[in-house]
Nanobody, 125 residues
Framework: QVQLVESGGGLVQAGGSLRLSCAAS????????MGWFRQAPGKDRELVAH????????YYADSVKGRFTISRDTAKNTVYLQMNSVKPEDTAVYYC??????????????????WGQGTQVTVSS
């Protein structure tokens, strides 16, 4: 069992920065990869960034590429999402998720085994 707790959400002005954190506990050695999803009202939950915990390879949605950075601190069992140059369209509930196994379909939320409670990010214009 793995528990994920997000933090760092809040209100930020367009163009500003925010850093989200996801602290994992439990059987963290069972995790293969982690990702940050977001869900805006009326929208599907979408993957915005992804990182493998061993190799640290990353993936970003086109909408956030160049603005967001995902990273991990293996010693702290924590994954971060650094959000720079935020836009109003970034407003959403952001969820941290973890997978136990590798998959080709890593952009799909259904392949993730553990989820955090979500943290609200609101970007004002």
């Amino acid at each position: 069992q793995v528990q994920l707790v997000e933090s760092g959400g809040g209100l930020v002005q367009a163009g500003g920065s925010l850093r989200l954190s996801c602290a994992a506990s439990g059987r963290t050695d069972s995790m293969y990869a982690m990702g940050w999803f977001r869900q805006a009202p009326g929208k599907d939950r979408e993957l915005v960034a992804h990182i493998t915990l061993n190799g640290g390879s990353t993936y970003y949605a086109d909408s956030v590429k160049g603005r967001f950075t995902i990273s991990r601190d293996t010693a702290k069992n924590t994954v971060y999402l650094q959000m720079n140059s935020v836009k109003p369209e970034d407003t959403a509930v952001y969820y941290c998720a973890a997978r136990r196994f590798d998959t080709y379909y890593y952009t799909s939320s259904q392949y993730y085994d553990y989820w955090g409670q979500g943290t609200q990010v609101t970007v004002s214009s």
